[in-house]
């Protein structure tokens, strides 16, 4: 009888332990929106003029240069949709900067946007999240110059309060980095805030 006890509570004691470590993996992990998402990032002003395309197109962006855990992003070029929108192709194997503003560097504000998450997994935006006032960010040119930035600025703001200005290409030497951020609505196939980082570049 004694030993029917024992085991007994030692099964107890099991189910308990599993009901502990399931509940604290739960509270520790992401759960990442598995559907679609809306791949719209903000609209580009209408009647805007295009830059015409005289200096380099940036390639790649870093965080974290020379660290044992930088993070790479493949830049490549977009425009925009029909209805005005920058483009943001699905998925998370590149970020997207807007060609028909100013490269990264130039006078202007450069635009390059690109998803959180992707398909139930992390995109390497998402360290827009993280990232700090101050931190140093290398972009890399298609002819295979690097520049360097600073942090200005970093701000989440609601899609219906996302301030129009900040897609303005025309106004400041500045890049912004843009990305989904804060809640994930099913009804609305998206995130409801935006990410925006504000890239200054560094002078020597």
Not at 7 to 12: G, K, N, R
Not at 46 to 64: D, G, L, M
Not at 105 to 115: E, L, P, T
Not at 133 to 158: H, L, P, R
Request: with cysteine.
């Amino acid at each position: 009888m004694k030993k029917r006890i024992i085991a007994a509570a030692c099964v107890l004691l099991l189910l308990v332990g599993a009901i502990i470590t399931f509940d604290y993996v739960n509270a520790n992990s992401e759960a990442l929106p598995k559907g679609n998402q809306t791949k719209e990032i903000a609209t580009i002003p209408q009647n805007q003029p295009k830059t015409k395309q005289k200096s380099i197109a940036p390639v790649q962006i870093t965080f974290r240069q020379g660290a044992k855990t930088q993070i790479q992003n493949p830049v490549r070029p977009v425009g925009t949709d029909k209805d005005g929108r920058m483009e943001v192709p699905d998925g998370i194997d590149a970020v997207y900067w807007y060609k028909y503003g100013p490269s990264p560097g130039d006078k202007g504000n450069s635009i390059i946007a690109g998803h959180r998450d992707w398909g139930g997994e992390l995109g390497l935006f998402k360290y827009l999240e993280d990232i700090s006032i101050g931190e140093k960010v290398t972009i890399g040119y298609a002819d295979n110059t690097k520049k360097e930035f600073q942090v200005k600025s970093k701000n989440s703001y609601a899609v219906k309060d996302f301030p129009q200005e900040l897609m303005d290409t025309t106004k400041g030497n500045k890049v912004t980095l843009i990305s989904c951020t804060g809640s994930f609505d099913r009804s609305q196939d998206g995130y409801q805030s935006r990410e925006v980082v504000i890239l200054q570049p560094v002078t020597k």
